[in-house]
């Protein structure tokens, strides 16, 4: 039988990669020749999930074209996130929980849910098709949802995705919240990152009424880790807008631990970004309570702020 | 609440105006306000379905964010099939079975699967929420099975599809093979209709290689009912050639009983009918054995005819 490559995003997070594991398993089970693979390499929560389950990193891929007809999407679906030769393949099965930015020839299979996490969704499909759900593999699919949702805490979790995690942690044999802790605290191990790299590791881009906005967050258990070397992130946020040509840097620490967010701003518009939290920033820096998510609550206060 | 259209395509066929009765049920179900609406009048196959199952025509809306914020689509995707102001109101559930090409800001449900028919999708959606299909609703969702497929017979129709048709028979109390007969013949009452008005109710255009191409589809029980009409339909095709710029107009008379149809051609590039379908024309027409889609037996052979 043809083989079937099932791949996430480029630049992938532990939803992607587990995303693929899961859904390929599901696939084989059904009697798909189907194959994981990855965009990207794994960054280090990713490895730490990897490595407690019991996988090795999946095969990357530049294009697909060159080895098969058809593959399966998972955790995105918009041109720009996917292989570069997606023109010359068949999709013939996508599963996400993104916004949908989509076209294709022929009918296939689409499920998308707007929950927190591609796999609560793919549990969703193993329930349907009546298989069971190993535990290694279970414990990627709870890794991918405990990574999304910042331990339950992320705007953007649902009720159903808690219910999820909690039955993919019996069948893994772990304690969502202990082992969670610990996975999420991998991925925040910044020691080893130079300033560059903490600032364009999970930085996008967004135009604000003419405005270039770049917008970085990094994820810590203690803020004095990222705060201690402030100077020097500094200097690196004006020296990236001056390279760069954005005119306002925000870089928001995220204390996966409490909850809450420090920003810092630099460039021109730091008043809309006092205006969108109404705070006031000292030595360039205020604290955000309870903000967690950058689509849900930092881009479109900021926005807002710019528009008005 | 706030109401929430459920609505098939423009133009719309029985599958889409019994998708929206049968979908919006079971929105109801779960406590979603939802009406079901259409964007024009139930055909005379569609109207025979209503009929029988004891429902009114829906209402019929031109735009939708006149009256609400939220809509559901069923049968369709893509913008130019759907509502004009589409990009007015938020689209958060799409249950389909076409290609895809969908554009949307925000994560939303979106159900796709390659069956023969949308209603077939809805009743696997029934089954996961455990909600029952009264017997009047398990009619409309079987008609619009049954008029995808063609009584099972269209190269579409998929095992599954098959399957539910069985089930949703039962349910409705009715033998799927007489009743859907007699549906799909209320469809094939040509006498009232004129000739321009038989060559232009499911026409589609198409470009295969710079040359224009019309393609009609009519359904009938006896190809006698329609060839005893053939020189005023020839004399109605060479007149639309001319005023409306296409070089070659098709007829696709099928026989619904027999799964087989006649094609009649006329205008520029006869011979590529009869190449790609290896056939003679004689008095412009020639009898096509088991085909009765145009999607997937006439569309692909004779674009690649032209491109030959």
Redesign the interface.
Known sequence: MEKVLVFGHLNPDTDSIASAISFAYLQQQLGVNAEAVALGTPNEETEYALNTFGFEPLRVIETAANEVKEVMLVDHNEAQQTVKDIKDVRVSYVVD??????????????????VGCTNTIIYKLYQ?HNVEIPANIAGMMLSAIISDTLLFKSPTCTPFDVEVAKKLAEIAGVDAETYGLEMLKAGTNLATKTEKELLNADAKSFDMNGVTVRIDQVNTVDFADVLSRKDALEAEMLKENEEEGYDLFVLLITNILDSDSIVIALGEGVDKVEAAFETTLEENQSLLKGVVSRKKQVVPPLTEAFNG
């Open positions: 929980h993104h916004r949908i930015a989509f076209e294709c020839a022929e009918p296939l299979f689409y499920r998308a849910e707007p349907e």
